[in-house]
Structures are given as C-alpha cells and as structure tokens.
Nanobody, 116 residues
C-alpha cells in the first residue's frame, strides 16, 4: 500500500508562514490539501493536477500556494499571512498510479495552530 505523510505543521503567530509537505512512497499524480478544524467538517483548501494546474478556495487565495517539489513524490503547501481561522489539522490526499490503476491515499494529518 502507498504511504502518504504530511509534515511541517506547528504553532505560528498571526501573519506568519508555514510550509507543509506531502510525501508519498511513489510518484504523485495529483494532490488535494484539505483541513479539518475542531468540530468542523473536512474541507478542500487547494489542489494541483497532473498537468500542474492549481485551484484554491477563496478563503486562502492569495495567501496559500500549492506546488510540486523537485522530487515527483513531494507536494508542498506554502501558507503565508496565516490567520487564527486557519487553525486546523491539514491533510494531504494524493492520487497515485498503483498496479496500473489510479488510487488516492490520505496522510495522517499535521496540526497547524495560528495564535498570538
């Protein structure tokens, strides 16, 4: 089974920045970054397609950037101008090619806390 691991979360003050990483045990075709705040449903934050097209939810547009790393098994989420409302567990959902089929896998999540 493909393994997906997020990292880079932590505690940051409002206006600060963090860069989250999504690393898979095989090449990533596309990724969706999601987040889940306390007592809330998991929601899509940003996505990158196999061709490199990116999409962002309005509440992060202009502040977050999703990109591919030099390694094909890594995708980043650069988060700038962070707000307390961004506090959540952030999850990577990676689409990969496994046994000639497209499949998706979730990482375990990484906590992002924005607080002064």
């Amino acid at each position: 089974q493909v393994q997906v691991v997020e990292s880079g979360g932590g505690l940051v003050q409002p206006g600060g920045s963090l860069r989250l990483s999504c690393a898979a045990s095989t090449s990533i075709i596309s990724v969706g970054w999601y987040r889940q705040a306390a007592d809330e449903e998991r929601e899509l934050v940003a996505a990158i397609s196999s061709g490199g097209s990116t999409n962002y939810r309005d509440f992060v547009k202009g502040r977050f950037t999703i990109s591919r790393g030099d390694a094909k098994n890594t995708v980043y989420l650069q988060m700038d101008s962070l707000k307390p409302e961004d506090t959540a567990v952030y999850y990577c959902n990676a689409e990969v090619l496994e046994r000639l089929r497209l499949r998706d896998y979730w990482g375990q999540g990484t906590q992002v806390t924005v607080s002064s």
